[in-house]
């Protein structure tokens, strides 16, 4: 609850800034044009300064969330309150409002300033304008035939390029442009930071994001690769993302061992560079989660219209041609008219999202013989269904969070041939269950979360192996 109440900061502290502003400026014009509206600028200052002591107590249990630096976060945390206490003399000492009201203002920009700084890094008013140290242009698969360039953040306190360091020359720019807005000194969501060795080796309040030579089980590659609306995926969702070629680089490291330091002269022709052996792998990084490249005609537009007369949601699928994306959100009931009215659309559809369902009938997801994407999270799915499931030839991720998935449904899970990311967490999957799942499938990204696992079958766990 404290942790919820420290989060809502962020929308806490817009309020009182707007009634403020209102009320300072109601108080010049109360005295330049000689007029009686004192009551409402009482009544203003009265909820401004309620909504300012509010967004100071979120904004310090904020701080103390482990996000941030202590030291970051004190120049901000002194001028909130600064800029409270302005808001409550304001109210109570009428005599001198015109005074307080520009002492206000003042500590209003200076506490917004600080605040951006925290949230968009230091400079960031100017950061469109600072000439970044020039890194090498990263061509782009034939997915992407734009060209874009990484630009580096000069704020940082980051060694320079070491030559034949392929972290320092080509990692680390993508790290700075994409990932230390939120991973880096200034701040640490999920108690990570990505701007030093030891700190990237040291993980996150879930563990390790880094295996060296594996980049499916290392988060600082896995989680690039999940859909962008996937609450797992990073960048999250709106902000700046990483292009194929940037993920592909991150994906080679990974495959190289993940040096750090700089690469001996024998090894440097093996690893060196990141971009132009990326560039050599078959499919595109991307490509292995999000899309098998299948050929797919557009989808007649009849066809979605009477899907969206159901109460479907249709979007296109990323990284893929006429591929569609089907939610189901809206839907009251799962029954015979809705899924009828997808009939004409099973071939161009490659994504299904049933979340918090309990009426969802798995026999009809087999006519969707090109799904790679199936969201079942929290719904009524059991182990015998799985065994329906491994029908599907191209399922790539499957997302079991919140079912009653057990032990028994591992078998199934191990012949689904196409599998690639499995979120298996909050299910009735036993610690030993998972192990046995993660040595029978190492290909296979495993999203545990956190859970208490059930008690194991033994009998079922033996009939595995």
Not at 236 to 255: D, F, H, M, T, V
Not at 318 to 339: A, E, T, Y
Request: with cysteine; hydrophobic share 40%; aromatic share 6%.
């Amino acid at each position: 609850m404290i942790d919820l109440l420290g989060h809502l900061h962020p929308i806490l502290v817009h309020f009182p800034i707007g009634i403020l502003v209102i009320a300072c400026v109601m108080i010049w014009v109360q005295a330049i044009r000689k007029t009686e509206t004192q009551s409402s600028i009482s009544a203003l200052l009265l909820l401004g300064a309620i909504a300012a002591i509010m967004a100071s107590i979120s904004g310090y249990l904020l701080s103390n969330s482990g996000d941030y630096e202590k030291g970051d976060v004190l120049a901000h945390q002194w001028w909130g309150i600064g800029t409270t206490l302005c808001a409550i003399f304001l109210y109570f000492f009428q005599a001198y409002q015109k005074i307080i009201s520009l002492m206000l203002f003042v500590a209003l920009a200076i506490t917004g300033h600080f605040g951006g700084e925290l949230t968009y890094g230091s400079n960031y008013l100017f950061a469109s304008k600072k000439k970044a140290i020039p890194t090498k242009e990263l061509s782009i698969s034939a997915a992407d035939t734009t060209q874009q360039k990484v630009e580096v953040d000069t704020s940082m306190e980051e060694l320079s390029s070491v030559k034949n360091s392929p972290f320092q020359q080509e990692v680390l720019p993508i790290l700075k442009s994409h990932c230390f807005q939120c991973h880096s000194s200034k701040k640490q969501k999920g108690k990570l930071r990505l701007d030093t060795e030891d700190f990237i080796k040291k993980g996150g309040k879930e563990g390790l994001i880094l295996h060296a030579g594996n980049p499916l089980k290392s988060h600082l590659y896995s989680y690039l690769i999940l859909q962008e609306d996937d609450d797992l995926h990073m960048p999250p969702e709106g902000k700046k993302q990483l292009n194929s070629s940037q993920i592909a680089i991150i994906k080679r490291w990974i495959e190289i061992g993940a040096p750090f330091g700089e690469t001996a002269e024998s090894e440097s022709m093996h690893a060196m560079t990141l971009q132009s052996q990326a560039m050599t792998i078959p499919s595109d990084a991307t490509d292995q989660m999000r899309s098998l490249n299948l050929s797919v005609e557009p989808a007649n537009e009849e066809a979605l219209q009477e899907a969206k007369n159901q109460g479907i949601s249709i979007s296109p699928y990323p990284s893929s041609n006429g591929g569609l994306s089907l939610n189901f959100v809206n839907i009251k009931r799962l029954d015979s008219k809705v899924w009828q009215a997808t009939r004409a659309l099973q071939k161009q559809v490659l994504q299904i999202k049933l979340t918090k369902r309990q009426d969802i009938q798995v026999e009809e997801l087999l006519n969707f013989k090109n799904l790679q994407q199936l969201n079942l999270e929290q719904s009524n799915i059991h182990d015998v269904d799985l065994e329906n499931l491994r029908q599907l030839p191209h399922l790539t991720q499957l997302n079991l969070y919140g079912t009653a998935i057990s032990d028994q449904g591992i078998k199934a899970l191990v012949a689904m041939k196409a599998l690639k990311v499995l979120y298996i967490w909050q299910s009735k999957l036993s610690q030993e269950g998972l192990q046995s799942l993660k040595r029978a499938r190492p290909d296979v990204t495993i999203v545990e979360g956190k859970f208490q696992f059930s008690p194991p079958d033994t009998n079922r766990l033996k009939a595995i192996k």
